[in-house]
Each structure stands twice: as structure tokens, then as C-alpha cells.
């Protein structure tokens, strides 16, 4: 540890300078008295850890046996861990046993992981009494997630064991480890807790008790006594004490609510405290009433060769309630970690004090609390940390101090406003209003990367810290349509998973991106023309899972992402079933679709599709290539094996067509036309959605068209939504289609014997004569 003065003497220094300082300020001359410096330490009583006597794993790779995690050496201190055994599956589940002497008193564990494979998932404990450890009880089944992050188990009375078993039934990449596991003895000496509330009003030591003396407050070790008379005195800085002494309310647990959602993970860092540490640090925390619940502090920092970036997990130190002295083992900001169900009566608000000294203030801002920019640019300028937080409602940003000053050292609501409002949306659409944010309530966390472009992972989202210059201005968000394209996309990263399947993954989150872009009211949504799904399937004869030209791991996204978007259009835009994207995630929820299998998934997801609308989609998803048998392997984020047999596919129309067929022919609706803020494509003339509100216009009867050549061009076709080219009338086969009232066919589609129609939006096909 890196000491050059003892550390409550630190501490207390710097305390009594605050307090000599703000009495200045205050009173504008210097204290009467100045108390003198402490030479002892503040001793608080730490509970007792008790060693095993010994164990045994059922399965160890040589030389990473269970004795490792025991011998108070952590990995990243050199030490080596507990692992089963390497390059192969562990044979769940697996059994670690600990044994004690008998009648060992235990109150609470802690398993720490090694931040890697084998991190404990679900897992079941058992307890022994008897000298052979061999009448093991159950005691509680757990699931620590597979987290890069210590999980403690506190028994609810005190155990007198011989052993204690850990039958762990799951672990991360199908291994078990365990960096260390410690084993701990409440210390039931509370005399200083005692004598602290004989003063202060409660274990957290912000607020007095009536009628307290100055006798009593002499008689506390000085420190605290100190502490007392600047709280008496009103001598306590306000922006230190606005920070020190907080009340932090419970959030949900991100990993079992990215399961229960389909979605990743969420950040878990919700309850910032605006104070930094450096290493070997000796804090004083005072913890209020916990109500049982689990309290942690994390000091969260950076790392990274070939660029630095922001640490979404760190050291944990766990706290209990009463008096809790820690040493910091690196140094980082400080989060408080106090995830559980919200739903429990127990999930209170918890009260912290962070004693003065203990750590730097450096402050965040929050927009609940403190609500302007004015605050805002107050919190900044005083800031002294390398990352500043900003908490939203639904996003947090944890950004350089630096770039935040350079770029928004005035004014921030528009852009947390801004935020907020896309995670909204983007929420919206997978319809969890219901546990929202009753039952879920994490917050996304941004973070700003010093190299890298922008991307969504686990536990945060990642902005390259020279960019933030225009996220974080809404008129530059606003400025291009890229500029709410990319984080949109990347957070839709965060949302997609129960709509999507390999072959899928860029552009199915683009429905997210385009109802953003919609939201926004400004630049019209974005995806290839439909022209390009008619060469894919008639030209090139394309199935879904292959159509287009390849332009990002495997898949041509830009023709992808429309179809998506039709359906959005057709039933939000249009009316006709305005919760037709949230019933859909809903029913993908709870009848998921299964990543290792892309073709029963593109099946799964057309036959509940058209559950959510109520509709036979058959024609839909059947001009979108849904249906063409095939086997084949798709290359994105892995290789999967692609499988559609013609028995797939009729069970599928089987099951579709229960419903009644969609009142209007929406595979050819389109949302954009010329003179669009943003187009990006040639607009096209026919299929614009208001086509397909109200009542249907019918096509002219002087409907008419021209050829030269391969060029068809119409004439009096304005009421039509496409133009079909059929063999065999307007019932036969279909061998191509186009959206514009002159359009040159593909030299790959054979016209011979073709008739014209012209499409209405209720799916009625008029034949179009040729102009003689």
C-alpha cells in the first residue's frame, strides 16, 4: 500500500481544514477554536473472517484446486484461482465443499469471481453439522448471473456448521472458478456505534439529537466530534455535505431483467456518489438502516492498451449497517451498488454518509434533483474527477470532464432531454410499460471511449469521447440524420434480440433507428427502395436471409431494415393496429425465438406476427422471401446453419391463415417521397401510406401504358400502389414489380407472355392496357 502518513490522521486533517475553510467563508473570520489533530486511529471493529480447515472440488484443473481460494490471494495480485478443467465443459453440476471445526459460528460468505469464464450462474447450498460432513441439509438455491462481480450470501441466523456445499449447476462459458471465497463472523462490539448514537441522531451521523451538549460531543473521539460541531454550527460545506450524505434508492437487477426483456444488459452503476478515491485510500462510510437488503460501494475506473476506456465493473467492498472503514484498493469513482426486486417491501431507500476525508468530492448531476443548467454548469466547474456523471431518467452519461467542458459547459437538459426521449421511444416499441419503471428502472450508461468509433455492449454504450461534440448538442443531434441514426442504432443493439435472428442482427434494430428518425420530426426514415427487394427476389431470386448485396457481417442491411419498417408504417402509422410492434415483442418473449436455428426463427417470427395483427401476413412475408425452401449457412457474429424445408414452411401458412387476410396490399407501402428532409433514395411515384388510410381510391378507368423497349411507362396510375408484371393473369405468378410510373425492367426478368396490373391499395389487380 502506498502510505506516507496514517490515514485517519489524513482523514481528519483534511476535515478539520473543510471545516476551518467554510468557517471562514461563512463567518468571514477565523473559527475560535481549532481542534486539534488526532494521534490514534479510529478504530472500528471489523467482523471476523474464518478460515476452512480444508475442502474439495469434484472436478479441479491440476494445480487450481479449491485449497487456491482460500489462501487470501486474489488473481490480480498474482494469486491463482480455483478453475474446473480447461478446454472442456465442466460436468455440471459441480461441488465445492468447505470444512470448518465443529461448531463454527458463520454469518455471511462472499464469492469472488475471476472477472472470466466460470463465474457462478445458478447454484444450490448446502450446510453440515456433523463431525464426517457427510448429513448435508439444503439451505437456498441462488443465482449469481455469471457476474464479473463478488455475490454474498448472508444466512439469516447465525450457523454452527462443519461444512458448507456449493452445488454450482451453471457457470459462465461452461466452466467453474472462484478467485476467493471468504467466510465471515459478525464482531458484536458495537461500543462506538453505541457512543455515536448517544449524539447522533442516527448511525449515519448527519443530524444531531435534540438537546445534545457540548460535554456529550467532547466526550466523542475527536473526529467525530468535529464532525458534530460543524453539523450543529452549520459549518459544514454545502456541496461537500450534498454529496456525503445521501439517500440511495434501490434499482433493479440488470441481468435478470435483460432475461426476462430480452434485451443486454443495462448498466447496474445507477446510484452515482459524486466522490473519487485514489489507491490505499481509508474511507469511513456510515450505513443507515438496510432493511436487509445487500449494499455495496464499487470504484469504478479505466483500462485499456490501445486506447483508455471507462471500467463498467470494479472493486466491490461491501457494506454493512452501522460504521464501515474501508481501504481502497484502487483508486476510482465511487457508485453505490443496490440492486434488487423492487417489488419487495424491503426495496426502501438506504441512507449513506461518506465521512469528510474520506475520498474528493467531485460531484454529479442529476436531473430529477437538481433540474437546470444553471445547477449543471455550477456541478461541472467544480468538478474534480476525470469523468463527470449526468443521470437522466433513462440514460446516464459517464463522459470526460474535459470534453463535457469543452463542448457543453453551460447547458445540458436538452441533451439528457433528448436521451431519455430515444431510450423512451425505443422502449415504447417493446411494450414493457407494464414493468417499467415499476419493476425495471436501470438506466443505460454511456460511456466515452478515448479511441474506437461507437458500439452497445453489456452494461453500457460507448461513444468516442471526440464525438460527444454532437450528441450532446441537440441542434448538431439534429444537424445530420446520422447524427441520431448511429446512437440509435447502437441502443436498438440493446433492444433487438426478440425480433431477431442470424442474418438479421443489423438491420432489425434499425426498426428502433427509423422510429427515431420519425419521432424526431425531421428527416424521413432510411432503407433501400423496394426496387431492390424486386431484383432480389425476381432478378436474382434471393430468399429473406440472403437478399441484397452483403455491406455488413453477411447481410445488406438497407433492404432488410424495410421490411420492418412497412409493418410499422402499415399498423402504427396507417392505424390499423397501433400496438402491433409491442404485442409482437411481447409474444417473442414468450415464445422466443432461437438463435442456432435462423429459419424456424424467420418462420416463428412470421406466424406471430401475424398473431399481433390479427391478419393472414402470408402475401407479406411471402413477397419478402420468407417461404423458399433452402439450406445454407449464414456468416454473422458466427456461422449458423440456415434450414427451410417445404414442411417448414407449410406449417407456417397453415397456421397463418386462421386469420382473416389483410384489408390492403401494405407489402408495397411506402413512407417517403420527393422533396423529403433527408431522402437518400429516388422517390418513388406510387404505394405512399396515406394510400392506405381511409377509403381506398380506386384506379382510373383510363389507366394506360407505353413500351419501348424494356421501359413500361403508365399513364393515369396515380391511385395505383405498385405495378405488377404477371404470367397467367391477375392471379397468375408474379415476375416482378415496380413503384414508378416509367421504370426500365432488369434484363434477368423473362416479359414474355406478361400483362400488366396496376395494384390498388385494398390488393384489387386492374389489368392496365398498352396504349396503341
Not at 313 to 329: A, C, E, Q, W
Not at 650 to 661: G, H, I, S
Request: a negative charge.
Amino acid at each position: 500500500m502506498k502510505k506516507s502518513l496514517h490515514h485517519s490522521t489524513i482523514i481528519t486533517l483534511l476535515f478539520l481544514l473543510l471545516l476551518s475553510v467554510t468557517a471562514c467563508k461563512d463567518t468571514d473570520e477565523l473559527p475560535d477554536e481549532t481542534p486539534t489533530v488526532p494521534d490514534t486511529d479510529i478504530a472500528v471493529v471489523q467482523d471476523t473472517v474464518v478460515k476452512p480447515t480444508g475442502g474439495k472440488a469434484s472436478e479441479c484443473q491440476p494445480g487450481q484446486d479449491i485449497d487456491n481460494t482460500w489462501d487470501g490471494k486474489f488473481s490480480s495480485d498474482g494469486g491463482v484461482p480455483y478453475h474446473s478443467v480447461w478446454n472442456q465443459s465442466a460436468v455440471f453440476p459441480v461441488t465445492l465443499e468447505y470444512y470448518f471445526e465443529e461448531g463454527t459460528e458463520i454469518d455471511y460468505l462472499i464469492y469472488y469471481t475471476r472477472s472470466g469464464n466460470g463465474n457462478f450462474g445458478e447454484l444450490d447450498l448446502l450446510i453440515a453439522t456433523d463431525a464426517e460432513h457427510s448429513d448435508w441439509k439444503p439451505y437456498g438455491s441462488y443465482n449469481f448471473r455469471m457476474q464479473n462481480a463478488p455475490s454474498k450470501i448472508t444466512f439469516k441466523e447465525t450457523q454452527k456448521l462443519t461444512g458448507i456445499r456449493f452445488v454450482v449447476k451453471s457457470g459462465a462459458g461452461n466452466f467453474v472458478s472462484c478467485d476467493e471465497m471468504e467466510f465471515y463472523r459478525y464482531n458484536q462490539q458495537n461500543d462506538m456505534e453505541k457512543q455515536l448514537l448517544g449524539v447522533f441522531s442516527d448511525i449515519t451521523c448527519s443530524g444531531l439529537k435534540e438537546g445534545v451538549t457540548e460535554k456529550e460531543i467532547n466526550a466523542l473521539p475527536e473526529y467525530f466530534a468535529a464532525l458534530a460541531k460543524a453539523l450543529r454550527d452549520n459549518t459544514y460545506d454545502s456541496h461537500e455535505r450534498e454529496f456525503r450524505i445521501r439517500t440511495y434508492a434501490p434499482y433493479s437487477i440488470a441481468e435478470e431483467w435483460a432475461e426476462k426483456l430480452m434485451t443486454r444488459k443495462y448498466g447496474n452503476l445507477d446510484n452515482p456518489t459524486g466522490i473519487s478515491v485514489q489507491e490505499g485510500d481509508e474511507i469511513m462510510v456510515l450505513v443507515g438502516d438496510t432493511h436487509g437488503q445487500q449494499i455495496s460501494l464499487q470504484s469504478i475506473w479505466e483500462s485499456g492498451e490501445e486506447y483508455r476506456q471507462t471500467n463498467v465493473s470494479g472493486d466491490i467492498y461491501f457494506l454493512r449497517p452501522g460504521v464501515n472503514k474501508l481501504t481502497m484498493r484502487n483508486q476510482g469513482q465511487l457508485f453505490v451498488m443496490y440492486n434488487t426486486d423492487l417489488t419487495a417491501p424491503e426495496a426502501q431507500p438506504v441512507k449513506i454518509h461518506i465521512l469528510p476525508g474520506s475520498g474528493t468530492v467531485t460531484g454529479f448531476f442529476d436531473l430529477k434533483e437538481h433540474q437546470t443548467d444553471e445547477k449543471y454548469a455550477e456541478l461541472l466547474s467544480k468538478a474534480t474527477h476525470k469523468y463527470f456523471c449526468v443521470r437522466g431518467e433513462r440514460i446516464m452519461f459517464y463522459f470526460h470532464t474535459d470534453k463535457m467542458r469543452e463542448f457543453v459547459p453551460t447547458q445540458i437538459l436538452s441533451a439528457i432531454h433528448l436521451w431519455d426521449d430515444i431510450i423512451g421511444w425505443e422502449q415504447e416499441l417493446m411494450g414493457i410499460e407494464d414493468v417499467h419503471p415499476s419493476q425495471m428502472n436501470n438506466h443505460l450508461f454511456a460511456i466515452s471511449p478515448e479511441g474506437s468509433y461507437m458500439w452497445a455492449t453489456d452494461y453500457c454504450i460507448g461513444f468516442v469521447h471526440t464525438y460527444l461534440n454532437n450528441i450532446l448538442l441537440k441542434e448538431n443531434v439534429m444537424a445530420a440524420k446520422d447524427n441520431a441514426w448511429g446512437p440509435a442504432h447502437e441502443i436498438g443493439h440493446i433492444h433487438q434480440a426478440a425480433i431477431n435472428w442470424p442474418g438479421s442482427t443489423e438491420s432489425s434494430n434499425n426498426l428502433f433507428s427509423n422510429y427515431v428518425l420519425y419521432r424526431l420530426g425531421k428527416y424521413c426514415s432510411r432503407g433501400s427502395e423496394l426496387d431492390d427487394l424486386a431484383d432480389s427476389r425476381f432478378v436474382y431470386h434471393k430468399a429473406w436471409y440472403n437478399m441484397g448485396d452483403a455491406t455488413h457481417q453477411g447481410e445488406d442491411t438497407e433492404i432488410h431494415m424495410r421490411m420492418n419498417w412497412q409493418l410499422w408504417n402499415y399498423y402504427h402509422r396507417c392505424g390499423h393496429k397501433k400496438d402491433f410492434w409491442q404485442t409482437l415483442f411481447k409474444l417473442l418473449r414468450a415464445d422466443r425465438i432461437v438463435e442456432s436455428d435462423p429459419g424456424a426463427a424467420q418462420l416463428k417470427f412470421a406466424m406471430r406476427a401475424s398473431e399481433a395483427a390479427g391478419e393472414d401476413l402470408t402475401d407479406f412475408f411471402d413477397l419478402w422471401g420468407f417461404f423458399i425452401p433452402g439450406e445454407d449457412t449464414i456468416d454473422q457474429y458466427g456461422t449458423w446453419n440456415y434450414r427451410v424445408t417445404e414442411a417448414m414452411i407449410q406449417e407456417a401458412k397453415d397456421y397463418m391463415k386462421q386469420f382473416p387476410k389483410p384489408k390492403h396490399a401494405f407489402q408495397y407501402i411506402e413512407d417517403r417521397k420527393e422533396g423529403d428532409t433527408g431522402l437518400d433514395i429516388t422517390a418513388p411515384d406510387t404505394g405512399y401510406y396515406t394510400q392506405f388510410e381511409g377509403d381506398v381510391k380506386p384506379v382510373s378507368t383510363a389507366v394506360c401504358h407505353t413500351v419501348s423497349g424494356r421501359t413500361y411507362t403508365v399513364t393515369n396510375g396515380e391511385n395505383a400502389v405498385a405495378f405488377e408484371l404477371r404470367k397467367g393473369g391477375a392471379d397468375g405468378e408474379l415476375v416482378y414489380f415496380f413503384n414508378r410510373f416509367s421504370y426500365t425492367i432488369p434484363e434477368g426478368v423473362d416479359l414474355t407472355g406478361t400483362g400488366l396490373f396496376a395494384v390498388q391499395a385494398d390488393g384489387k389487380r386492374i389489368e392496365v392496357p398498352r396504349q396503341k
